[in-house]
């Protein structure tokens, strides 16, 4: 895969997960305003679950950041595409489906 191709795929990745980050705490706002303008008659439990759900997300969030991050320093190094354990060529159609893979199709359902 060409750089260009590789360099628009990381940014079109890094701008639908920072959209992400901003719904979710666009919501994450909008719900906290709401519970202050319920009161007591809300069910206490609810957001301590939709919190956690929240919180989940966000986690989830970081890592693809992460891992765009760490595919845009690939790609300055020159590495990108090659499998970081082996060094292995990762497939173009890896790549288009997944831009932040680390490793051969073969290497990550060993992995698990």
């Known amino acids: 895969m060409d750089d260009d191709r590789a360099r628009a795929l990381l940014n079109a990745k890094r701008a639908e997960v ?66 970081v354990r082996s060094g292995l060529p990762i497939p173009d159609s890896r790549l288009e489906a997944d831009p932040t893979a680390e490793l051969t199709l073969e290497e990550a359902e060993a992995r698990r």
């Open 18 to 83: 920072e959209r992400s980050v901003r719904a979710l705490t666009a919501a994450r706002r909008g719900e906290f305003m709401a519970e202050q303008d319920i009161g007591d008659a809300a069910d206490h439990a609810e957001p301590l679950t939709a919190q956690g759900v929240d919180d989940a997300v966000i986690t989830e969030l970081r890592d693809r950041l992460n891992a765009i991050e760490r595919a845009e320093r690939r790609l300055e190094e020159g590495v990108f595409g090659r499998s």
